[in-house]
């Protein structure tokens, strides 16, 4: 498993931007960098995977167009840029690592929480 660490979380107007940053303890051949959200009540979504290798992104539909997720050169540090903010976009934000065996199943499935092995504590974005 990995450490991840989130930063950049806080409170914006709908129609701002925000950047979270979630920087690894270590990397690997082999993974998936996701973010995954968690609204009060609600389950705990996928919003953005990226797989190494390849450097594809998948995109929930709800954030498609508005967030983007990238990667630092030496792949330890991820970013997930947020822009066009909506009200309903507010939500305890995680990073999470899909490291070793469960990056297969994150290559299958990624959007799905439970194909992750690492996560963070999580940043609140708030958008009112």
């Known amino acids: 498993q990995v450490q991840l660490v989130e930063s950049g979380g806080g409170s914006v107007q709908a129609g701002g931007s925000l950047r979270l940053s979630c920087k690894a303890s270590?990397?690997?051949?082999?993974?998936?960098l996701a973010w995954f959200r968690q609204a009060p009540g609600k389950e705990r979504e996928g919003v953005a995977v990226?797989?190494?290798?390849?450097?594809?992104?998948v995109y929930a539909d709800s954030v498609k167009g508005r967030f983007t997720l990238s990667q630092d050169n030496d792949k330890q540090t991820s970013y997930l840029q947020m822009n066009s903010l909506k009200p309903e976009d507010t939500a305890v934000y995680y990073c999470?690592?899909?490291?070793?065996?469960?990056?297969?199943?994150?290559?299958?499935?990624?959007?799905?929480?439970?194909?992750?092995?690492?996560w963070g504590q999580g940043t609140q974005v708030t958008v009112s």
């Open positions: 990226i797989v190494s290798g390849t450097g594809n992104t």
């Open positions: 270590r990397t690997y051949n082999t993974y998936c």
């Open positions: 999470a690592a899909a490291t070793g065996m469960a990056a297969a199943q994150a290559y299958r499935d990624p959007l799905k929480k439970d194909s992750y092995n690492s």
